[in-house]
């Protein structure tokens, strides 16, 4: 069996291993350990968040990626937060605001990518289904 599984749980190892064993390819793999992993580990890998999916195939010349964001409400604004804001955050991802609310409440839904990007990546070059893909 070619090949190697990387997730922080064991299990989510293993569920994507047993798939290459059976015949599945690394995108039938990926997705399986994925959904596992959003089980295991919702607050570090969920599927009500943003997915950035990289690849590279064999004999493409170029590398494949699929950026899949948690977007923001159609009525939110940027304006709507400024009054709000803190300063940014040191580890440079946003900033932070007062009341934490674009950390949590209602103010910080998102509507979630990684479902979705997760099937396309199945759909277009994985080889086994998605019930199969997420019975894990």
Known sequence: ???????????????????LAAGGNAVDA????????????????GIGGYALLTMQRAGDAAPIAMDAPALAGARVTP??????????????WGYFLEGKVNDAGYTSICTPGTVKALAAMLDRWGTISWADAIAP
Not at 1 to 19: D, F, K, L, T
Not at 79 to 92: A, F, L
């Open 30 to 45: 990926a997705v399986t350990a994925a959904f596992v992993q959003t089980v295991l580990d919702p607050q570090m890998c």
């Open 79 to 92: 304006d709507m937060w400024v009054d709000h804001i803190i300063g940014p955050n040191p580890d440079g």
């Open 1 to 19: 069996m070619p090949g190697m599984i990387v997730a922080p749980q064991p299990a989510a190892v293993e569920a994507g291993a047993r798939v």
